[in-house]
């Protein structure tokens, strides 16, 4: 799974660039007027200047956040609907950021309005003095002679501040934003042009922006013509109450009966997509530039997807042998249930179901080996009550037999519970299995178990007895994880306040240490404070980590501090925001270090700081997409060209990449203006169509040749496993001398790699290493059930992975922060600047005259192999070892993402893509698409969210997990606070499609990212699925979905029916993600419908929507947009979700 980290989106979620900020430049004596002056990012002094001036005795320079020109307003906005004209028809919203029990227009809060015109339409809306200077925050919408909404213009600040309907906002906007080079860019709208006719489907679509001008991402709606589609078939029979189709080729389609969609990008790459009569995609069709890489979809008799066949497959002629080393093959049973399922590379995977449909069992080919399944046992409401690994050796179709016995099949809470493995478990153990199992873990609701630890911070929090109606019903309370490799076991208990929001947790570790937070929490839901409380183990000493948050008058997060065991408080940044709210600047560790963003009108990061005038900065970086020195332009959003330079020796430093028509990197080239030799520090790549590397040419210092790999993968070429690389070079640098045979174990995962001197790596049930045998020394790893590393073991030398502690041989190395880690080895903070990727590029510190001091830089070939030659290194933690992407080098020279490990010399991963159903048309070793520029991989986890202050939250057995730290979420965030409670108030329904949705979102194999986003009053919610019309996402990834929630549009007392709460607002999201999860498509057939009430997807997830009403008391509704749903359509969706969900079995 991988992040693409640039964004551009259209319509509403475009973001802009404000104009570069006038740095102070002094060249004259000191006058009356200047003898105190100010700047958040710099100050120059030149010649000229001089202090001792004859008309002042005085001269004051300061720096820093607190000298924002852009003071946050301490008034706010008077209830504009006292001034708002008669004439106009308008919805004004208000939310209270402090307690108020009456209105109060002088109450911090925001505030929004939308304009609508005669017909209902809206055509203009304001965010009320939203921005850091007060100003209002105002987005037009125009529409053509027919009514059609074509220009989608770029939201402006202006000056009204008190919400009035303002004139002359497209050309306010139309000068607001700048280009590239610093000039005027008119065009701040993107543009849509529509079909003449009656259909108005969309034949191109325009971003903003006039360096994109005249680049434009096509659509095409045709019909196949003749011998273009091969027509596959199945031929099903069943066996074991199993569906097994045999596949077979009955010529190509006829001409006209194949709908035929063409998706051209700005940098006319093409994407085509054949489907069927019923809306099934039958074929995908990009081209790498020279070859087409198809993707069959191939349904059975029941219109079950049978076959995924990729481009290598098609390209040979699909035989047997290509079936089982490339497809992705998919059985059912009667039920219309997935029983058994087939990746590339990997043994046949098993499914077994009670009769709620729920999946019980599952078992890969390594656990058939061994006779065991892995097994999850429920509570009546659905939710996942215990799991853990069951010793039997009947097959699939037997153990799902044993299931006709047991048929309510759920477990209830007991209260003298059962002990197994180490730990009293406070459930029945009556629904299957019953016996011969290995727990793993246990997750308690509504109540804690006996024996939990009571709230050590003393606050008011919710219990198990309502108090004034609220309690913890509904709510995960805690949850025991055993690690895998021993009887270790980590119990986790989380404690919520009134309003069901978490303030206090507590992590009991496998040492007998724990881990403890406290939050205090604003009335808006932002925390003030979080104070952490850690123990290694029972004997060691306590460590207090204190972190302070102050916020501005829309709580945008403004200063962050951290205080450690009562000594001296950090500044560890400093926030300064644009008028568009995007982070502008940062200063960072109280003041040692500045740095300032800057942006395309396409809202993606274009620079940190300036790489060609560095000034104090330690280092800067730059992006560019449309104006590279070394390279074709990119419209597409590809970065074409970085530019980077440190104060180590102040060189500018540059790589220049190519594409092909995949968006795969064929090389990066490098430059510097010291004058290095052409070709040093390049790498170049080939590959086949499946994406499997073929070759790879690497240089290094000097250009000298340091690799020259060549791939050969199993079956003659037929596969995607890698068996041996060969490298020409005679050079050991890089990846060594070498071309032994790799083997891989029935799940396919690498067990050896001789060629870097590893004879053995043995796998747990999650093909997580629990032991890597090499000739430079053993490592042996823990791991908990979770997949959460706690333990490593290497020459001697022992890491404890606590919580985001990080100890070796029981001393501990440092804790992470979120501007990068304290060294308690040196009891210093230490900084990362980090690049767009989350690459760790320079590490610093404060050195002894107060300054700056850099103690490491790393700079990285594009796959991630460090370059050496001239790298400073000198006085860094031999303990923190995160470098690429954030991830951890390990001994090997991998780097350990979490769910696998990464070999950068190679470009690859060791073992199958957890979540390589995503991604069917490429081979489940691929590094990211082969796009490691635009893209990340993250840990490997299905439900995520964004904080607006940059954090990133993984949802794991009911709980929040920091990425970076792994630290359990302490409840500081507003937007994560009100989407878990969302999520709870959703599973507190007891509608079984809800809550069965909502279990298949959380155990995909997809990734769905959730964020808060300001509309400013355009819309509750957005959806971005896949690449749809070409859009990114920020932090997301291209091909799951990313849901972007505005709760300033909600609330949880709805005043009337057309007032949504937050459940309401996240399920009718949640039906969009649901159906991409399982490739449910349902577009209008006018293209003019989309996003109307007309739009079948809209009714499918407004019916999601009214479960959450019903189950509340509301009524139904069926309004959406500016349109009302057919009563009849509505039905129709109802049972249709109702079906499609209840009969599917996990994600596709």
Do not use: C
Not at 135 to 150: A, C, E, H
Not at 602 to 626: H, Q, S
Not at 1120 to 1146: C, H, P, S, V
């Amino acid at each position: 799974m991988f992040k693409f980290k640039h964004f551009y989106t259209m319509g509403i979620l475009m973001a802009g660039t404000l104009s570069s900020h006038a740095q102070i430049i002094l060249t004259n004596p000191v006058t009356e007027q200047n003898k105190s002056v100010s700047d958040p990012y710099s100050i120059r002094l030149l010649p000229g200047f001089n202090a001792a001036s004859p008309a002042v005795n005085s001269f004051r320079a300061s720096l820093g956040a607190s000298s924002n020109p852009n003071p946050t307003p301490n008034n706010y906005a008077p209830d504009p609907t006292a001034s708002i004209s008669v004439n106009e028809n308008y919805i004004y919203s208000r939310t209270y950021l402090a307690p108020r029990s009456s209105s109060d227009p002088a109450a911090p809060q925001q505030q929004s309005i939308s304009y609508f015109d005669g017909l209902g339409r809206p055509k203009q809306e304001l965010s009320i003095k939203s921005t850091p200077n007060g100003n209002d925050l105002v987005t037009d919408i125009p529409y053509d002679s027919f009514g059609r909404q074509v220009q989608s213009w770029l939201p402006v600040p202006m000056g009204s501040k008190n919400g009035n309907i303002q004139s002359g906002v497209q050309t306010a906007a139309s000068g607001y934003y700048k280009r590239a080079g610093g000039s005027v860019d008119p065009l701040a709208y993107g543009e849509k042009t529509l079909e003449n006719s009656p259909l108005d489907r969309v034949l191109a679509q325009a971003a903003p922006g006039s360096d994109w001008d005249g680049k434009k991402i096509q659509f095409q709606y045709q019909a196949n013509a003749d011998g273009e589609v091969y027509h596959y078939t199945t031929s099903t029979s069943w066996s074991n109450n199993a569906t097994v189709s045999v596949l077979g080729l009955s010529g190509t389609y006829g001409a006209n009966s194949l709908y035929k969609n063409v998706v051209t990008d700005e940098d006319g790459n093409s994407t085509i997509e054949f489907k069927n009569g019923q809306g099934q995609t039958v074929l995908v069709r990009k081209n790498d530039g020279s070859h087409d890489m198809d993707t069959y979809y191939v349904y059975n008799e029941y219109n079950h997807l049978a076959f995924v066949i990729p481009p290598l497959a098609i390209h040979k002629g699909v035989d047997a042998t290509l079936l089982n080393e490339l497809a992705y093959q998919y059985r059912y049973d009667g039920q219309n249930r997935l029983v058994e399922k087939k990746l590339p590379g990997k043994d046949w995977e098993y499914m077994v179901y009670d009769k709620q449909d729920r999946l019980i069992l599952t078992q890969d080919g390594k656990l058939r080996q061994q006779n065991k399944w892995l097994f999850t046992k429920y509570d009546k409401f659905g939710r996942v009550a215990y799991t853990g690994l069951l010793d039997s050796a009947p097959g699939r179709d037997a153990q799902q037999s044993n299931m006709v016995n047991f048929g309510v099949n759920n477990e209830e809470r007991s209260t003298s519970g059962f002990t197994q493995n180490g730990t009293t478990v406070y459930y029945s153990s009556s629904a299957y299995p019953v016996r011969n199992f290995t727990l793993l873990t246990v997750n308690y609701y509504d109540e804690y178990p006996p024996g939990s630890p009571a709230v050590f911070n003393g606050a008011s929090v919710l219990g198990s007895v309502p108090v004034n109606g609220r309690s913890t019903k509904g709510l995960p309370v805690a949850s025991m994880v055993k690690n895998i490799e021993d009887n270790g076991w980590t119990k986790s208990y989380t404690w919520y306040d009134d309003k069901a929001r978490p303030v206090a947790t507590e992590s009991q570790n496998h040492l007998g240490g724990y881990t403890r937070t406290s939050s205090v929490l604003a009335f808006s839901g932002v925390p003030t404070s979080t104070t952490t409380y850690h123990k290694r183990d029972a004997s060691s000493g306590e460590m207090v980590m204190k972190e302070d948050f102050s916020y501005d008058h829309q709580n945008r997060l403004v200063k962050h501090t951290h205080q450690l065991n009562g000594g001296p408080v950090e500044v560890l940044t400093e926030n300064i925001y644009n008028e568009l709210g995007q982070l502008e600047a940062r200063n960072i560790g109280n003041g040692i270090q500045s740095i300032k963003n800057e942006y395309n009108i396409r809202g993606a990061l274009t620079k940190m700081n300036d790489p060609k005038n560095l000034m104090n900065k330690l280092f800067g970086f730059e992006l560019k997409y449309i104006n590279p020195a070394g390279t074709s332009k990119k419209y597409n959003g590809n970065i074409a060209e970085t530019d980077w330079a440190t104060q180590s020796d102040g060189t500018l430093r540059r790589y220049s990449y190519q594409y092909d028509g995949v968006n795969r990197l064929k090389e990066g080239s490098y430059w510097d203006n010291a004058g290095a030799a052409s070709g040093s520090y390049a790498e170049k790549l080939s590959y086949d169509l499946n994406g499997n590397i073929t070759g790879l040419q690497r240089t290094g210092q000097g250009a000298g040749l340091m690799d020259q790999l060549s791939y050969t993968y199993d079956q003659s070429g037929n596969s995607n496993t890698l068996i041996r690389v060969n490298d020409a070079s005679g050079n050991a640098a890089g990846y060594p001398v070498g071309g032994n045979t790799i083997a891989y174990d029935i799940n396919g995962n690498m067990v050896n790699h001789l060629d870097k001197g590893i004879s053995n790596i043995a796998y747990n049930y999650l093909s997580l290493p629990s032991s890597i045998t090499a000739s430079i020394g053993n490592t042996d790893y823990v791991y908990r059930a979770d997949g959460s590393k706690v333990k490593k073991v290497f020459g001697g030398k022992t890491t404890d992975y606590l919580d985001g502690f990080q100890y070796e041989n029981g001393v501990l190395q440092f804790v992470p922060t979120s501007e990068g880690y304290y060294d308690l080895t040196k009891n210093k903070y230490i900084y990362n600047y980090t690049d767009h990727l989350g690459n760790v590029r320079l590490s610093y510190t404060k050195g002894a005259s107060g300054g700056a001091e850099i103690i490491e830089e790393n700079n990285y070939y594009p796959f991630g192999l460090k370059h050496q030659g001239y790298n400073s290194n000198s006085l860094t933690s031999n303990a923190y070892q995160y470098k690429y992407n954030g991830k951890e080098l390990q001994e090997t020279g991998m780097y350990d993402y979490g769910a696998r490990m990464y070999m950068p010399d190679i470009g690859r991963w060791g073992v199958v893509d957890p979540l390589a159903e995503k991604y069917q048309s490429m081979s489940p070793y691929n590094y990211v698409a082969n796009n490691p520029i635009n893209a990340i991989d993250p840990n490997g986890n299905s439900i995520i969210y964004l904080t607006k202050s940059g954090e990133t939250y993984i949802y794991k057995g009911a709980k929040w997990y920091n990425t970076q730290t792994n630290k359990l979420y302490n409840g500081g965030d507003k937007g994560l606070n009100r989407f878990h409670k969302a999520l709870s108030s959703i599973w507190g329904t007891g509608n079984k499609v809800l809550k069965k949705q909502f279990t298949i979102l959380a155990e995909s194999k997809k990734s769905h990212v959730v964020t808060e986003y300001d509309f400013s009053g355009r819309s509750e919610a957005g959806m971005v699925i896949g690449t749809t019309k070409g859009a990114s996402t920020k932090d997301g990834d291209p091909s799951g979905t990313k849901m972007f929630l505005d709760f300033n549009k909600t609330n949880n007392k709805p005043e009337n029916d057309n007032d949504l709460t937050d459940a309401e607002l996240v399920a009718h999201e949640m039906q969009h993600s649901f159906d991409y999860d399982q490739g449910i498509t349902h577009t209008p057939k006018n293209p003019s419908d989309e996003n109307t009430s007309e739009d079948p997807s809209e009714v499918r997830a407004t019916a999601n929507q009214n479960r959450v009403r019903t189950s509340t008391g509301r009524n139904k509704t069926y309004n959406y947009g500016r349109g009302k749903i057919d009563r009849k359509k509505m039905e129709q969706a109802e049972k249709e979700t109702e079906r499609e969900t209840l009969t599917t079995n996990n994600s596709r």
